[in-house]
C-alpha cells in the first residue's frame, strides 16, 4: 500500500515509535503503514460512522495486521481512556471540526504528548483557537498534492506567544523554517485574495472584508520579504 504525499508528510511529523491514534482514520492507510514499517507500542484507527469503519476493520485484514491495529467505532477522542496513547493525529477534516473534537475531550488531549492535524480548510482560525487554548505550535509543513495544498500543524500542550497574530493566518513554524513550499502558497493565497477584493470592491470598495483582505496582503508582502533574506 502506498501512502500519498499529504498522508507521507503526515507520517514524517510523527515522533517515532510512539503510541498512537488515528481519528476519523477512513481506509486507517496510516494505521497499517505504521503497523507495517515501525515498531509503535500501539496503533488504533478510529471513526465515527459505521461505512468507514467497517472499511478500515475490512483494509486491517486485507493488510494482516490484526494482531498490531485496534479499530474502533465512536467519535474523537473519547474512543481513549486517559493516558492510553501519546500522540493523535486529527487529519482530513475541516479546522472547525477539529476544534470540536478537542475541545469536547480537552482534558484527553492535554494528557497528549503530540497531536498532528491536518485541516482541508479554516487552518488560521484553527491556529488561534489552539493558542488559546493553551497548545503550543512545534511544527508545521505544507505539501503539494494533487494540485492542492495542504497544511500540517504539530502541536503539544502549552502556552505561546506571538508578537504578530497574523503570524497565525500563515503559520508561525511554515515562516520561521522557511517551508520550501510557503513562497508558491502564499502567491496562490494571495491571488485568491485579490480575486475576492476584485469581486466585492466593484460594489462596496469599503466593505470591511476588502479593507481586511488588504491589510492582510500588506503583511505577507512583509512575510514574503523575510523569506527571500532566508534564500539569499
Same mark, same amino acid.
Given at each position: 500500500?502506498?501512502?500519498?504525499?499529504?498522508?507521507?508528510?503526515?507520517?514524517?511529523?510523527?515522533? *517515532?515509535?510512539?503510541? #498512537?491514534?488515528?481519528? /476519523?482514520?477512513?481506509?486507517?492507510?496510516?494505521?497499517?503503514?505504521?503497523?507495517?514499517?515501525?515498531?509503535?507500542?500501539?496503533? #488504533?484507527?478510529?471513526?465515527?460512522?459505521?461505512?468507514?469503519?467497517?472499511?478500515?476493520?475490512?483494509?486491517?485484514?486485507?493488510?494482516?495486521?490484526?494482531?498490531?491495529?485496534?479499530?474502533?467505532?465512536?467519535? =474523537? *477522542?473519547?474512543?481513549?481512556?486517559?493516558?492510553?496513547?501519546?500522540?493523535?493525529?486529527?487529519? &482530513?477534516? =475541516? =479546522?472547525?471540526?477539529?476544534?470540536?473534537?478537542?475541545?469536547?475531550?480537552?482534558?484527553?488531549?492535554?494528557?497528549?504528548?503530540?497531536?498532528?492535524?491536518?485541516?482541508?480548510?479554516?487552518? /488560521?482560525?484553527?491556529?488561534?483557537?489552539?493558542?488559546?487554548?493553551?497548545?503550543?505550535?512545534?511544527?508545521?509543513?505544507?505539501?503539494?498534492?494533487?494540485?492542492?495544498?495542504?497544511?500540517?500543524?504539530?502541536?503539544?500542550? &502549552?502556552?505561546?506567544? *506571538?508578537?504578530?497574530?497574523?503570524? *497565525?493566518?500563515? &503559520?508561525?513554524?511554515?515562516?520561521?523554517? =522557511?517551508?520550501?513550499?510557503?513562497?508558491?502558497?502564499?502567491?496562490?493565497?494571495?491571488? @485568491?485574495?485579490?480575486?475576492?477584493?476584485?469581486?466585492?470592491?466593484?460594489?462596496?470598495?469599503?466593505?470591511?472584508?476588502?479593507?481586511?483582505? @488588504?491589510?492582510? #496582503?500588506?503583511?505577507?508582502?512583509?512575510?514574503?520579504?523575510?523569506?527571500?533574506?532566508?534564500?539569499?
Amino acid at each position: 500500500m502506498k501512502l500519498s504525499p499529504r498522508l507521507k508528510k503526515i507520517v514524517s511529523l510523527l515522533e *517515532l515509535p510512539t503510541s #498512537i491514534v488515528d481519528i /476519523g482514520t477512513d481506509h486507517a492507510y496510516i494505521p497499517i503503514h505504521l503497523a507495517k514499517n515501525t515498531n509503535c507500542s500501539k496503533i #488504533i484507527a478510529s471513526d465515527c460512522n459505521r461505512a468507514p469503519y467497517q472499511a478500515a476493520l475490512e483494509h486491517v485484514r486485507q493488510a494482516d495486521v490484526e494482531d498490531k491495529v485496534d479499530v474502533r467505532l465512536g467519535c =474523537g *477522542l473519547s474512543v481513549l481512556s486517559k493516558s492510553e496513547v501519546q500522540t493523535a493525529i486529527i487529519a &482530513g477534516m =475541516g =479546522g472547525q471540526t477539529i476544534r470540536q473534537i478537542i475541545g469536547d475531550d480537552y482534558d484527553l488531549a492535554q494528557g497528549l504528548d503530540r497531536i498532528v492535524l491536518q485541516p482541508m480548510a479554516g487552518a /488560521g482560525s484553527l491556529r488561534k483557537w489552539l493558542v488559546n487554548n493553551n497548545f503550543k505550535i512545534i511544527n508545521e509543513a505544507l505539501v503539494a498534492d494533487n494540485d492542492k495544498f495542504y497544511q500540517i500543524i504539530v502541536v503539544t500542550p &502549552g502556552s505561546m506567544k *506571538l508578537e504578530d497574530s497574523f503570524l *497565525l493566518e500563515i &503559520g508561525p513554524q511554515l515562516i520561521e523554517k =522557511g517551508d520550501p513550499l510557503l513562497s508558491t502558497y502564499l502567491d496562490n493565497l494571495e491571488e @485568491k485574495w485579490q480575486k475576492i477584493i476584485k469581486d466585492i470592491a466593484v460594489e462596496l470598495p469599503d466593505h470591511p472584508k476588502v479593507i481586511n483582505l @488588504k491589510s492582510k #496582503i500588506d503583511k505577507m508582502q512583509e512575510v514574503k520579504k523575510c523569506l527571500s533574506s532566508y534564500t539569499k
